[in-house]
């Protein structure tokens, strides 16, 4: 007889995935204005972000992949060594930005990878008869 109780890894698949669904809907949909306001002072004449936004334009595809770039901007910025190499590429920060900016334009981000993370190794290391 197979024991039909649910575990926590098979919860955390089942979970993953829409959470990673509903933040890019976040990003896409509520976080994006503010996302544009960032990307509006980081994005610098010459840079990869203006280039993106002129690219990409304003529709759900344009705004997740200007969001992304956003993101890597601060991402990149970690970096030891490289990152302010790499940074420089996306765009500059001429005056600081507030934190809750900054939050806005990385935090649903990170949920997004941390579920896609869970998802694909959960999935990955569980066994399926």
């Known amino acids: 007889m197979e024991n039909s109780a649910v575990t926590f890894w098979e919860y955390a698949l089942m979970i993953s995935l829409p959470i990673g669904l509903l933040s890019v809907i976040f ?43 956003v993101f890597a901007f601060f991402a990149y910025r970690r970096i030891p060594k490289y990152g302010a190499k790499l940074s420089a590429r996306y765009g500059d920060e001429l005056e600081p930005l507030p934190l809750s900016l900054k939050l806005w334009a990385t935090v649903p981000h990170i949920v997004f990878l941390l579920s896609g993370i869970v998802f694909f190794s959960v999935g990955l290391s569980m066994d399926f008869e």
């Open 27 to 69: 990003i896409v949909t509520i976080a994006f204005p503010r996302i544009a306001d960032v990307e509006l002072r980081i994005g610098t004449a010459g840079k990869l972000i203006d280039s993106v936004r002129m690219t990409f334009g304003g529709g759900p595809i344009g705004r997740w992949m200007r969001s992304l770039h």
